[in-house]
């Protein structure tokens, strides 16, 4: 690596002499008088990168027209690639940072002096860490897998063990993605013991926070809670604005599959000030499209609506894949609002948008919601079909919020089918689920369930858990679910009429 870093020097010092090069370093930070100076510049590249992107990127980009200018060696080249990647990363423009990262992988192919090979191998491993990420940003999980496998081989034989933590990381990020959560665990306590060990607190926050996402998949919301909190103190010490957002837009989320819909908003609005901030598109619209789900829920219709495009429109700025979440949004609107055709329409989308990224979750969550609007639209049968897809995905996933979800609209259209021992059974098999998330809206809607089942032979019964939800949700302002819950009350046959 001796080689590098002299050849980091000599950027240095052309960049300090714009009568060496025709590119101007004038006002990025770069316009030091010496050497030392822009030096240090470029060696505080990781900590600008999180505090402001934007000046980060234009740093890089204006040390990469002077390296071009001076044809440094093709390590340096690709160092600083690496470098421009993660600022167009950090900005969400992740499609941008995937082929800088794939150009600076050909740089080094060519290597051959053997005094560059040890700092090629170190780079290479880098840029294919970071590749893997930007990969999976895009949703390319088999393109994800070989950059990091081959990252971690690298690393492994060159016994770089602190950056094998990092690769090891990323590799969870892209198991948890295809539903494999218990490998996903594994890496990201491997990643954090590495980190520990060699003192890497940016590296002990990023698996901190994937430990929550880990708890949060597996349906442990308290863990989830816990690992979040941790990693968000720990990227409010570093700085880590981008990693505070993503994890503010976790906890929110969490908050909201609890029913804390006013702490979820605090979280959201916290990371959308955070993702602006930075220029973020890709956080921004996520939390985006969960702050509309929040907004669907207390009612707020034409709301959820409007913060919902907007969420699609910073993706599309980015040329983020990951719209499914969007479309799913807003097809819960419109069934909220009784147009079940357009928001099946909406379904469709999200489920060939999640299937387009190989995004299990998604694919499921559309299913669901498919089957739901099909139920609305009076096709029980075809919703039976999509809720038999999404169980089998759920369950292949290990995702039992999902799969407790799927069970009690199952049973609600069993019900409408005269099936009512199925429907029994598909409550029974929600049960265990519903009462682990107490006071969550996955139990209320357990509870709608309940009394859908019992309309016809215990209307009272029913009429009472009716009752009890109405009230729990009025009193957390939970609209739509009030809404629910006070038709079917008034579908139900008075006393004296049974």
Same mark, same amino acid.
């Given at each position: 690596?001796?080689?590098?870093?002299?050849?980091?020097d000599?950027?240095a010092?052309?960049?300090?002499?714009?009568?060496?090069?025709?590119?101007?370093?004038?006002?990025?930070?770069?316009?030091?008088?010496?050497?030392?100076?822009?030096?240090?510049?470029?060696?505080?590249?990781?900590?600008?990168?999180?505090?402001?992107?934007?000046?980060?990127?234009l740093? +890089?980009?204006?040390?990469?027209?002077v390296?071009?200018?001076?044809?440094?060696?093709?390590?340096?080249?690709?160092?600083?690639?690496?470098?421009?990647?993660?600022?167009?990363?950090?900005?969400?423009?992740?499609?941008?940072?995937?082929?800088?990262?794939?150009?600076?992988?050909?740089?080094?192919?060519?290597?051959?002096?053997?005094?560059?090979?040890?700092?090629?191998?170190?780079?290479?491993?880098?840029?294919?860490?970071?590749?893997?990420?930007? %990969?999976?940003?895009?949703?390319?999980?088999?393109?994800?897998?070989?950059?990091?496998?081959?990252?971690?081989?690298?690393?492994?034989?060159? %016994?770089m063990?602190?950056?094998?933590?990092?690769?090891?990381?990323s =590799?969870?990020?892209?198991?948890?993605?295809?539903?494999?959560? *218990?490998?996903?665990?594994?890496?990201?306590?491997?990643?954090?013991?590495?980190? &520990?060990?060699?003192?890497?607190?940016?590296?002990?926050?990023?698996?901190?926070?994937n430990?929550?996402? !880990?708890?949060?998949?597996?349906?442990?919301?308290?863990?989830?809670?816990?690992?979040?909190r941790?990693?968000?103190?720990?990227?409010?010490?570093?700085?880590?604005?981008?990693?505070?957002?993503?994890?503010?837009?976790?906890?929110?989320?969490?908050?909201?599959?609890?029913?804390?819909?006013?702490?979820?908003?605090?979280?959201?609005?916290?990371?959308?000030?955070?993702?602006?901030?930075?220029? *973020?598109?890709?956080?921004?619209?996520?939390?985006?499209?969960?702050?509309?789900g929040?907004? @669907?829920?207390?009612?707020?219709?034409?709301?959820?609506?409007? =913060?919902?495009?907007?969420?699609?429109?910073?993706?599309?700025?980015?040329?983020?894949?990951?719209?499914?979440?969007?479309?799913?949004? @807003?097809? @819960?609107?419109?069934?909220?609002?009784?147009?079940?055709?357009?928001?099946r329409?909406?379904?469709?989308?999200?489920?060939?948008?999640? +299937?387009?990224?190989?995004? &299990? @979750?998604?694919?499921?969550v559309? %299913?669901?919601?498919?089957?739901?609007?099909?139920?609305?639209?009076?096709?029980?049968?075809?919703?039976?079909?999509?809720?038999?897809?999404?169980? !089998?995905?759920?369950?292949?996933?290990?995702?039992? *919020?999902?799969?407790a979800?799927?069970?009690?609209?199952?049973?609600?259209?069993?019900l409408?089918?005269?099936?009512?021992?199925?429907?029994?059974?598909?409550l029974?098999?929600?049960?265990?689920?519903?009462?682990?998330?107490?006071?969550?809206?996955?139990?209320?809607?357990?509870?709608?369930?309940?009394?859908?089942?019992?309309?016809?032979?215990?209307?009272?019964?029913? &009429?009472?858990?009716?009752?009890? +939800?109405?009230?729990?949700a009025?009193?957390?302002?939970?609209?739509?679910?009030?809404s629910?819950?006070?038709?079917?009350?008034?579908?139900?046959?008075?006393?004296?009429?049974?």
């Open positions: 690596m001796d080689g590098l870093y002299a050849a980091w000599e950027l010092r052309w960049i300090a002499d714009p009568r060496e090069s025709d590119a101007s370093p004038g006002g990025f930070g770069l316009d030091s008088p010496d050497a030392a100076g822009v030096r240090g510049v470029l060696d505080a590249f990781w900590d600008e990168v999180h505090a402001a992107p934007a000046r980060a990127l740093q +890089t980009e204006t040390a990469l027209a390296a071009d200018a001076h044809g440094v060696s093709p390590v340096l080249r690709a160092e600083l690639s690496r470098r421009q990647a993660t600022a167009l990363f950090s900005l969400g423009r992740s499609a941008e940072s995937a082929r800088v990262l794939e150009a600076g992988i050909a740089l080094l192919d060519g290597v051959e002096d053997v005094g560059e090979r040890e700092g090629a191998a170190a780079v290479r491993a880098a840029i294919l860490g970071f590749l893997g990420n930007a %990969h999976l940003a895009q949703g390319r999980v088999p393109r994800a897998l070989v950059a990091l496998e081959e990252a971690i081989a690298i690393a492994r034989a060159n %016994h063990e602190a950056p094998l933590g990092v690769y090891l990381s =590799l969870g990020n892209a198991r948890i993605f295809v539903g494999d959560a *218990d490998s996903a665990e594994e890496y990201y306590l491997e990643g954090l013991r590495i980190a &520990r060990k060699h003192r890497n607190r940016e590296g002990e926050a990023v698996n901190l926070g430990l929550g996402l !880990v708890r949060q998949t597996l349906g442990d919301p308290d863990g989830a809670e816990h690992y979040y941790e990693a968000l103190e720990l990227a409010r010490e570093l700085g880590d604005r981008r990693s505070a957002a993503t994890l503010e837009a976790n906890l929110g989320l969490v908050c909201a599959e609890r029913g804390e819909l006013e702490e979820a908003t605090r979280s959201y609005q916290n990371a959308l000030t955070l993702a602006r901030a930075l220029g *973020d598109r890709a956080t921004e619209a996520m939390a985006l499209v969960r702050q509309a929040v907004a @669907r829920e207390l009612g707020a219709f034409q709301q959820a609506t409007e =913060l919902a495009d907007h969420a699609e429109a910073c993706l599309a700025e980015v040329g983020d894949p990951r719209r499914g979440s969007v479309w799913n949004e @807003r097809g @819960r609107v419109q069934l909220e609002l009784g147009d079940a055709e357009e928001a329409a909406f379904f469709e989308r999200a489920l060939e948008a999640a +299937t387009g990224i190989g995004d &299990r @979750r998604g694919e499921a559309a %299913h669901y919601d498919l089957g739901r609007s099909a139920s609305q639209l009076g096709h029980p049968a075809e919703a039976m079909g999509h809720f038999q897809r999404a169980l !089998v995905v759920a369950r292949d996933l290990g995702d039992r *919020d999902v799969d979800l799927v069970q009690i609209a199952r049973a609600e259209a069993l409408v089918m005269g099936d009512t021992d199925g429907a029994e059974a598909a029974e098999s929600a049960a265990d689920r519903a009462s682990a998330r107490k006071g969550s809206l996955l139990e209320a809607r357990y509870q709608l369930g309940r009394a859908l089942a019992l309309a016809r032979t215990q209307p009272e019964r029913a &009429r009472t858990i009716l009752g009890e +939800t109405l009230i729990r009025r009193e957390r302002g939970f609209k739509a679910l009030a629910e819950a006070e038709r079917l009350e008034g579908g139900l046959a008075k006393p004296g009429e049974e």
